[in-house]
């Protein structure tokens, strides 16, 4: 049976890495099989194992902010694949310089500071294995926060912006609560309630479901 030209062809899968739990993605277009690495936060010998269980060419290693648990691997992946860093926004990186010394107050190891080759804002594009992703900056959970969201297949990396029945928390120096729930208010939801997403911790979600019942937001 011949596959349907307008069906999907992005494929994920989750790799949690350091204590933290967090949900690093491999991300690729089934089809070529290449494609990202999100948020490669640490436990990097775990994601070459993943990658080389799906088979995938890693073009890039993008990534959704600039916490420790979400890109403590990534110039250690960065070297070991040859390819470069994309995201978050320019202003997360404070906290992408400051990922060591902050990884050491919790008593971690193995997480590196990290730069990107390639800041991103909304309204840019961003390709991953030939598709592309639209940018949402939505502050508040830290300021460069970024969401890519691929509206073809009706899909979003949300890193830590919003979980299933929660949202990513406020309460840093830098947090921005009121902020955070405006931006997923007017620049999420609209996007549509089919909408799936893959976020930093935790199982899956949709934004319809989310809309409907997450208590931080009805």
């Not at 030209?5 to 690729?28: G, S």
């Not at 993008?62 to 040859?82: F, I, P, Q, R, Y």
């Not at 995201?87 to 997480?111: C, R, W």
């Amino acid at each position: 049976m011949s596959t349907p030209a307008h069906e999907p062809r992005l494929k994920a899968a989750v790799v949690q890495v350091t204590p933290f739990e967090q949900n690093c993605t491999l991300i690729w277009d089934e089809a070529t099989k290449r494609g990202a690495v999100i948020d490669p936060g640490g436990d990097v010998d775990r994601i070459e194992a993943a990658i080389a269980q799906v088979g995938m060419t890693v073009e890039k290693i993008v990534l959704t902010h600039g916490h420790l648990d979400h890109v403590g691997g990534a110039a250690e992946l960065k070297k070991k694949l040859g390819v470069k860093i994309e995201g978050p926004h320019i202003v997360d990186k404070f906290l992408m310089e400051n990922a060591e010394k902050q990884a050491a107050s919790y008593g971690l190891t193995g997480i590196r500071n990290a730069t990107s080759d390639r800041w991103m804002e909304e309204g840019e594009t961003l390709t991953i294995g030939g598709h592309d992703f639209e940018i949402f900056h939505c502050q508040g959970h830290s300021p460069g926060s970024l969401v890519y969201v691929n509206r073809p297949n009706r899909f979003a990396l949300v890193g830590d912006v919003i979980f299933r029945g929660s949202i990513g928390r406020t309460d840093f120096p830098y947090g921005d609560h009121d902020a955070l729930i405006n931006a997923i208010k007017t620049k999420l939801f609209p996007l549509g309630d089919d909408i799936a997403f893959i976020c930093g911790h935790g199982p899956m979600g949709q934004f319809g479901m989310e809309r409907q019942s997450n208590p931080f937001l009805v």
